[in-house]
């Protein structure tokens, strides 16, 4: 692989420096006159990030891979300037085995775009009863730190408390998907308002969520866990996690791009690209979610990837599948809405989309600072792009794309795995 230098980038918004890249590695930063043989890569007037890292992706294989494969989801994920993406455990079959586990590592390692990431189910077939390998799968070549079973919340308080103790005995951790299914059921799917009572959707109420993860931040304090909030959709949860922070209890919270900006409202057409779980919130969660963001908070932005089938997806508002594509709008999401703002800045960003989830995931090469000996995962970011969304031109194998004909305000320019250009305006390189 031939050495690469990158010219005059701003490092996390911190200033411009040269950055030189051999054999994968981070090897020199500063003012750098020339690099034999070094593929150039001119970043003047970009900014450089550490790779982006997503805690939150369904790639759909195996099992959907009509609607996504790992390969077509690293290739989105290398356009939107992902290094790092752990993949959620509910395919078909469920990640809940070790052999499971490093087939899709396996998959992952064959795309050579971006490092592919298991996650593993906490319990047996997503069944939420029995606990699944957490053990072997931990110990096994995919080295499992994350758990959960993502689509269905892990309910039973039993069950959610042995997960905490078993994974803590490794350092791992449970990522819930907080859904009390007694307040909000498998048909409910529209924030419970006065809106979903005019349309008569079924309603998923805050409390809904922030009851379990009331629940969950004290069963993290009594066995000594980890736990992780997955999607943080309503401000009553800002209020539980920041609490539990302020007792010291081990929690972190993740929050979606489209939580951040899409509101209730837009589900008074109908149209089933809004259908997602938890559902779009009103503007008072948004806002809440956006300044936790700012505040720390909440630790990291987390796409929940969810690519559908047409035939999934082009139904009745009620009948349709949840979920919306993420992974190559997060970056420019992100940078129109909190750094367009002022309430993050480049450093800001590079810890809610790599440092904090590479630690939270425990991935040891992502996250860095750009420093020397650093693995070169890096992602070059033009502040000033002006880009309407298309959802024709995504690289994913579904269509189901929220921010479809949106202006929004920054871009990856290219991205950088492992010392090699992967991506670059959009495309694959
Ligand atoms: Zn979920």
């Not at 959709?233 to 539980?240: L, N």
């Not at 139904?315 to 997060?330: I, K, N, P, W, Y």
């Not at 129109?336 to 995931?361: C, E, F, H, K, T």
Request: aromatic share 4%; proline share 4%; charged share 20%.
């Amino acid at each position: 692989m031939p050495s690469l230098l990158i010219t005059g980038a701003d490092l996390l918004g911190r200033g411009a420096a040269d950055v030189l890249v051999e054999d994968g590695v981070i090897t020199e930063v500063g003012s750098i006159r020339s690099a034999r043989g070094a593929d150039v890569l001119d970043a003047d007037g970009l900014v450089a990030l550490p790779g982006l890292v997503d805690l939150h992706t369904h790639l759909r294989e195996p099992g959907r891979e009509d609607a996504e494969t790992i390969a077509s989801g690293a290739a989105a994920a290398a356009v939107g300037g992902f290094t790092a993406v752990l993949a959620m455990a509910n395919t078909d079959p469920v990640t809940d085995t070790a052999e499971a586990a490093e087939r899709i590592l396996d998959l992952g390692r064959t795309t050579g775009l971006v490092d592919v990431i298991p996650v593993g189910a906490v319990t047996k077939s997503l069944a939420g009863e029995e606990l699944a390998e957490l053990g072997l799968m931990h110990r096994s070549r995919a080295r499992t730190t994350v758990f959960s079973d993502d689509g269905r919340c892990v309910h039973d308080a039993r069950v959610m408390r042995r997960a905490l103790e078993y994974v803590r005995a490794f350092g791992g951790v449970v990522s819930q998907h907080a859904q009390d299914p007694h307040l909000a059921g498998p048909q409910a799917c529209a924030h419970e308002g006065e809106l979903s009572g005019r349309l008569g959707l079924p309603g998923w109420p805050g409390v809904a969520e922030e009851s379990v993860v009331a629940r969950d931040v004290m069963l993290a304090r009594h066995t000594g866990s980890r736990v992780h909030v997955a999607h943080v959709s309503t401000a009553g949860t800002v209020e539980v996690v920041r609490w539990a922070k302020a007792q010291g209890i081990a929690v972190t919270a993740e929050v979606t791009p489209h939580h951040l900006v899409l509101t209730t409202d837009l589900l008074a057409g109908y149209d089933p690209t809004f259908k997602v779980n938890p559902p779009l919130r009103p503007q008072e969660d948004v806002d809440a979610l956006r300044a936790a963001l700012a505040d720390g908070t909440i630790d990291a932005v987390a796409t929940d990837h969810a690519p559908h089938a047409r035939q999934d997806k082009e139904h009745a508002f009620v009948d349709a599948a949840f979920g919306m594509l993420g992974l190559e709008t997060a970056l420019a999401v992100v940078s129109d809405v909190m750094v367009g703002s002022g309430l993050l800045d480049w450093a800001g960003v590079a810890r809610v989309m790599s440092q904090a989830p590479a630690r939270i995931a425990g991935l040891g090469t992502h996250g860095g600072a750009l420093e020397v000996g650093d693995a070169a995962h890096i992602t070059l970011v033009d502040p000033t792009a002006e880009l309407t969304v298309d959802r024709g031109a995504s690289l994913s194998l579904s269509r189901n794309n929220p921010w479809h004909g949106r202006m929004l305000r920054g871009a990856v320019h290219a991205t950088v795995f492992g010392g090699r250009v992967t991506a670059q305006k959009g495309a694959l390189a």
